[in-house]
């Protein structure tokens, strides 16, 4: 595939969606939880939303339930913790699997195109995952895998995967990008 407007998914209600809907759009697609230690910044993404939104940026959100059960409510539920506690307007989608068996194929697409790009040892949670993630595979930052809520990836307006950007990126660096693929 060349691009994902190739893919289809479901909304939170089972309905598919093509993703060519989105297409001319710059796109952050996000893997999300409701009781993360990263789920603060569904705050900073909504931001990022509503600064773009008029230009032609969206974010499409995945719930997934993968890392340390964080993700346990209905699709019905998370909407709603979303919007009652960050005030969410994006999209949400049906709650996903993003790695093994079971990965979404959307997702196993999204790990081929951009591999992990290792977390910032600076950041509180990043030393934590570190070391947790080394101890169970000296080797983990070697597989394009996603290692945990909230890693990002970035489509330009044709559909093409350009950046991913783990849970412990700085949001100002997503937003410089996001503002280059606006202006191209």
Known sequence: MSNIYAFNILD???????LSDYKGQV???V?????CGFTPQYEEIEALYEKYTARG????DFPCNQFGNQAPESDEEITQFCQLNYKTKF???KKVEVNGPNADKLFVYLKEQQ????FDP???I???LIEMLSKADPNYDKNPDIKWNFTKFLIDKNGNVVARFEPTANTAEIDTYIEKLLAQ
């Open 115 to 118: 591999g992990f790009k290792g």
């Open 122 to 124: 600076e950041h509180k």
């Open 91 to 93: 999209p949400q989608f």
């Open 126 to 128: 990043g030393k934590i």
């Open 57 to 60: 940026f969206n974010i499409l």
């Open 31 to 35: 893997n999300t939880a409701t009781r």
């Open 27 to 29: 796109l952050l697609i």
């Open 12 to 18: 939170k209600k089972g309905n598919t969606v093509s």
